[in-house]
């Protein structure tokens, strides 16, 4: 909860408007946000239903956080347009770390290409 709390409050330095748990669609037009950030990590119900919701209310560009690859697959599967897994990749990191700690900076091509 704390670290949902700490990436609500990054998040919000740079947006325009941030939301958190508890408020309803009727008080935004969505269609008119450039993008929405679904960080609901604790409960994938909420998180899967919230993502279809906005979906449905017209949101351009939604990206979800996933625990899992199954999770990630269903939450594209109800229309995200992009979904991270935060977890798994600072895992990637560090073991890139510890297999290669002279590494200055890594550059990815694409979703499956080799770092």
Known sequence: MLLERVFFEVISAFATCGLSLGYT???????????????????????????????????????????????????????????????????QRLATELIAPNLLEQISFGEGQPP
């Open 25 to 91: 669609s009727n008080l935004f037009d969505i269609p008119l946000f450039d993008a929405v950030i679904v960080a609901i990590g604790s409960d994938f119900e909420n998180n899967l239903i919230t993502t279809a919701a906005l979906k449905a209310l017209g949101a351009r560009l939604v990206t979800c956080k996933a625990l899992s690859e199954h999770q990630k697959e269903n939450l594209l599967g109800v229309g995200a347009d992009r979904v991270i897994r935060p977890e798994s990749n600072a895992g």
